[in-house]
DNA sequence: CATTTCACTTGCTTTTTACAAGCAAAAAAA
DNA sequence: TTTTTTTGCTTGTAAAAAGCAAGTGAAATG
């Protein structure tokens, strides 16, 4: 069987080279951060994902451990994607990003009225995220 | 003129569509806080980054202002290379992914003692490295 | 002034991404 | 029961990015 090589045991490199692309993580902010659970609602978002792209990126995602897949009982033709701890555990990567950018860009879009709470009180929008998951 | 065209204004796209590849935080990491300075330096970390790949990495982040590049005054025929405020700014990102890389890797590399640091005291651990540039 | 060091650049191949179109399973409609 | 629609992909092809080996040019060094 043909395994990956490894580029080295550095903490960064290692999460780099399984969420280090443009759209892993946005896939996750999807899930985590806005509820999304299909398949066409990922292929909506405003970037724009290719749908080859999506479905590569939503495999790897599942084999990696990042996210479930299951039948949806209700619509037997879709799926569910939903987050797994190791998922949700990449959102102080998520939220550092989002105060990064909050600093650099100023046309970050505030209408999501996540920012607001972001800047005031980070740690506790973390937990009020978490909490969506633990029911 | 040409800019390239902006995903959304989310912030976490923002922030993938700068630094979300495999390549530039590690160099990051290595004027962070690996105290690399030199073209020479970055190549030879153990990632192996090509070095087409390094001085095009390089140019971006010099152009989006995340690092800072001059002569060497005591060897002129090198370039130092330093980090930014906002370049620095990106260190709770790179914090994040290494406490998550700490619970899902067991092959991270503890040689560094950076990661029993980051472990017991992350934000100080932030405001050590920080204190290394303020001088 | 020839040699070495440093920081790239170039050429070529391979891999990844992007875009458009097509397809199959499940459910709903006729 | 056959047709149509919805959902979640897959395929084909082109463009872009990454990887690899070799080469180049400016600045110091002998």
């Known amino acids: 069987m043909m395994t990956k090589k490894i580029r080295s045991n550095c903490p960064v490199s290692y999460a780099l ?31 724009g994902i290719a749908t080859n792209i999506l479905s590569n990126r939503l495999a790897m995602l599942e084999s990696n451990g990042f996210i479930n897949k299951q039948r ?8 569910i994607y939903s987050p797994t701890e190791k998922g949700l555990d990449l959102l102080p990567v998520i939220i550092s990003m989002m105060q990064w950018s909050d600093k650099y860009n100023n046309e970050t879009d505030i209408r999501p009225p996540l920012m607001e709470k972001v800047r005031k009180d980070p740690k506790g929008y973390e937990k009020s995220i978490r909490a969506k998951f633990s029911a």
């Open 17 to 47: 080279e399984l969420i280090g692309d443009k759209w892993s993580l946005l896939i996750l902010r999807d899930i985590i951060l806005r509820d999304k659970r299909f398949y066409h609602e990922f292929a909506a978002s405003a970037e």
């Open 72 to 79: 949806d009982t209700e619509d037997r033709k879709r799926y």
